[in-house]
């Protein structure tokens, strides 16, 4: 399918649709879940002192518990999704809580350098609208001194065409560490663009968990882009105003780097 940009016009933001019109052209996520947790335990020492363990009972159902140092200690039982991106570099996904209480857990576990990445999202209820935050604790399995994940301006320069299916494709452009463009090329937001904030850490080498939150819609994405594989797999997470509803989107696309952008040499003269 082609994609011809040509008469597409600016689309003033009181006329975009509902954050939900992804829901239906981005389908499900089509990798296959991963079984290789069931029946595990993995424990790891955050940076900020706290512990977090997932005991995965089987393919689906795990209890998260989440201790301080001063061993407060809260659990959860949740459905998961475990998704191998690469061999033993496992992306995990879960949400708990209902209605504007939900959270959704994302944790990127590296099991070959026992290096990982918890991503916490959340609502909050402001005075105009229902917003989200992500909070990000890196992490280590305990009882290593593995290397935690680093901040990467790898992406930045690359622009990157996204098809997340038959019918919905984007374009994103990424400026700095803390910056991207996010266009919709077809589908349910074709002629939507936006820049937002975003942070991006290595987790191997042309592996980036990517995280964006939107100004305009509320949205909280993470994901792990790999530049090798040619693949993102993520989560949006959000909240529907039209339905006063959470919104849980799971994805993975096919990617394609159109092009890297290099300043000239004299970018850094006066």
């Known amino acids: 399918m082609t994609v011809d940009n040509s008469f597409q016009d600016y689309v003033p933001v009181d006329e975009w649709p509902s954050v939900s019109t992804m829901l239906d052209g981005f389908g499900d996520q089509t990798l296959p879940a991963s079984s290789a947790l069931a029946g595990t335990s993995v ?159 290595e987790v191997a080498e042309e592996l980036y968990i990517f995280f964006w939150t939107e100004r305009v819609m509320t949205v909280e994405s993470v994901l792990l882009v790999d530049l090798q594989e040619q693949r993102s797999i993520g989560r949006m997470f959000g909240w529907d105003d039209t339905t006063d509803a959470p919104l849980v989107l799971p994805f993975n696309s096919r990617l394609t780097v159109l092009n890297t952008t290099a300043y000239p040499q004299d970018h850094h003269k006066h």
């Open 43 to 201: 424990a790891l020492l955050g940076e900020d002192g706290r512990s977090f363990t997932m005991a995965f009972r089987d393919d689906s159902s795990l209890t998260w518990t989440i201790a301080t140092a001063a061993d407060d200690q809260e659990s959860v039982e949740a459905k998961y999704k475990a998704v191998e991106a690469r061999p033993r570099i496992i992306i995990i996904d879960f949400v708990h809580g209902a209605g504007r209480q939900m959270r959704d857990v994302t944790v990127v576990l590296n099991q070959i350098s026992g290096a990982a990445t918890v991503a916490v999202s959340a609502l909050h209820e402001t005075d105009e609208a229902v917003k989200g935050s992500t909070e990000f604790t890196h992490a280590r399995l305990e009882g290593t001194k593995a290397a935690l994940h680093q901040r990467s301006a790898g992406l930045v320069g690359k622009r990157i065409y996204y098809r997340y299916s038959d019918v919905e494709a984007y374009e994103h452009i990424y400026l700095t560490p803390g910056t991207f463009v996010w266009h919709c090329l077809r589908g349910g937001e074709k002629g939507l663009a936006d820049v937002d904030r975003t942070l991006a850490f």
